[in-house]
């Protein structure tokens, strides 16, 4: 079992910044692929970015590619998602999944059926 715990969610105005962080527990970190998704109110899970285990490869929605950045630290058994110009269509629940232990495929990240854990996710608002 994998566990993992979003944090660093909040209220932010438009324009403004975060960075979500989300510590996984239970198993070798560096055996999985990490991704972040989001669900805005009245919408289905989106995927948002993911990481592949060396943290060399990243992927990314094209609506959030120019302002959001995912890495990771394996040392510290902890992937991040740097949020850039928050916009108000950004206030979702967002959520850390882990995909593993096993080789990744490139085309199936962005799929919420290829990770096998989830966390509780954290609460973005953004202002207007």
């Known amino acids: 079992q994998v566990q993992l715990v979003e944090s660093g969610g909040g209220l932010v105005q438009a324009g403004g910044s975060l960075r979500l962080s989300c510590a996984a527990s239970g198993r070798t970190f560096s055996d999985y692929s990490m991704g972040w998704f989001r669900q805005a109110p009245g919408k289905e899970r989106e995927f948002v970015a993911s990481?592949?285990?060396?943290?060399?490869?990243?992927y990314y929605a094209d609506s959030v590619k120019a302002r959001f950045t995912i890495t990771r630290e394996n040392a510290k058994n902890t992937v991040y998602l740097q949020i850039n110009i928050l916009k108000p269509e950004d206030t979702a629940v967002f959520y850390c999944?882990?995909?593993?232990?096993?080789?990744?495929?490139?085309?199936?990240?962005?799929?919420?059926?290829?990770?096998?854990?989830w966390g509780q996710g954290t609460q973005v608002t953004v202002s207007s």
């Open positions: 990481i592949i285990r060396s943290g060399d490869s990243t």
């Open positions: 999944a882990a995909s593993g232990p096993r080789s990744y495929r490139s085309d199936l990240l962005k799929r919420g059926d290829y990770y096998d854990y």
